[in-house]
């Protein structure tokens, strides 16, 4: 069993920044990527932002230039500082862990983007 803990959620103003951390444990064994994904009501889950083994990055454009995933291999931690945030990426965030083609996943956490 893999577990995930997210932290760092929480109410910003618009044009502020939060940095989200997840910490994998259990039976970690080869981490193919991490990453987060969010979910707003009524909306379909969406990927934000992922990093592979290889430490290549991918996000989705409407956070390109204002999100940054990094990770650090030695805690199995993966973070997201997300800076000019806008009240459209008010969402419940999730992080994922892909091992063995499965996917794992953290329980979420809010992030509230409002004045």
């Known amino acids: 069993q893999v577990q995930l803990v997210e932290s760092g959620g929480g109410l910003v103003q618009p044009g502020g920044s939060l940095r989200l951390s997840c910490a994998a444990s259990?039976?970690?064994?080869?981490?193919?990527?991490m990453g987060w994904y969010r979910q707003a009501p009524g909306k379909q889950r969406e990927l934000v932002a992922a990093?592979?083994?290889?430490?290549?990055?991918n996000y989705r454009d409407s956070v390109k230039g204002r999100f940054t995933i990094s990770r650090d291999k030695n805690k199995n931690t993966v973070y997201l500082q997300m800076n000019s945030l806008k009240p459209e990426d008010t969402a419940v965030y999730y992080c994922?862990?892909?091992?063995?083609?499965?996917?794992?996943w953290g329980t979420g956490t809010l992030v509230t983007v409002s004045s």
């Open positions: 994922f862990l892909n091992q063995k083609n499965t996917n794992y």
């Open positions: 259990g039976s970690i064994f080869s981490i193919n990527a």
């Open positions: 990093i592979s083994r290889g430490g290549s990055t």
